[in-house]
């Protein structure tokens, strides 16, 4: 207690003048407080790396990347431990320039069991691809190739394989990638 009575004496017999941190009044805390706080810490989030967020512009929106390849294209994997497997795009994700192809990539899932007469599992799903290690792939020549774009007569802009000079962008194939995307969806909420 004596030395908290000499603390105290020391700050009041400091000479510190009302205008001395930036016109604020200066009054340094002499003693904690002692009542402690009723609120309980909040939950522990996870902060992302940087290096694991996603990009985005000044209205918080993902950037999206413009790609080479369209859903239901026919790609050819050209690097990882897949490279050389060809296979059909099934989904896209734009924010980070990946894609799923089927059957290649596939990772094993351990799934727990819900219920007690469901038993645990050991389910393939197929993982995301960077977009840069696929390229496009043309069935007829057996090849793969890069992309190029140029305008037809009427007008419309398409896509094409260089090495083969192969038009990739077709009303029906862009309908049938559509239409099998609707049923597996249906099928996926009509089976949970």
């Known amino acids: 207690m004596a030395t908290m009575a000499a603390l105290q004496s020391s700050f009041t017999s400091l000479s510190i003048s009302?205008?001395?941190?930036?016109?604020?009044p200066f009054s340094p805390p002499l003693f904690p407080p002692?009542?402690?706080?009723?609120?309980s810490p909040g939950p522990i989030v996870a902060k992302l790396k940087r290096w694991e967020r996603k990009k985005c512009k000044p209205n918080s929106l993902p950037v999206l990347h413009k790609m080479h390849v369209k859903?239901?294209?026919?790609?050819?994997?050209?690097?990882?431990?897949?490279?050389?497997?060809?296979?059909?795009?099934?989904?896209?994700?734009?924010?980070n320039s990946k894609v799923?192809?089927?059957?290649?990539?596939?990772?094993?899932?351990?799934?727990?069991?819900?219920d007690e007469n469901e038993p645990g599992q050991i389910i393939k799903i197929e993982a995301p691809i960077h977009s840069s290690n696929?390229?496009?792939?043309?069935?007829?020549?057996?090849?793969?190739?890069?992309?190029?774009?140029k305008t037809l007569d009427n007008g419309?802009?398409?896509?094409?394989?260089?090495?083969?000079?192969?038009?990739?962008?077709?009303a029906e194939n862009w309908k049938r990638a559509v239409k099998e995307k609707e049923k597996t969806t249906e099928a996926v909420a009509a089976t949970s």
Do not use: C, P
């Open 71 to 95: 859903l239901g294209d026919t790609v050819k994997v050209i690097s990882g431990h897949d490279k050389g497997k060809i296979g059909e795009i099934t989904e896209i994700i734009k924010h």
């Open 18 to 24: 009302s205008n001395s941190f930036l016109g604020q």
């Open 134 to 149: 696929v390229m496009l792939y043309s069935k007829e020549q057996k090849v793969a190739s890069r992309v190029g774009h």
């Open 100 to 114: 799923v192809v089927s059957e290649i990539n596939l990772k094993t899932k351990h799934v727990k069991s819900r």
């Open 34 to 39: 002692l009542v402690k706080s009723t609120q």
């Open 156 to 170: 419309k802009r398409v896509r094409y394989l260089v090495k083969t000079g192969e038009i990739i962008d077709s």
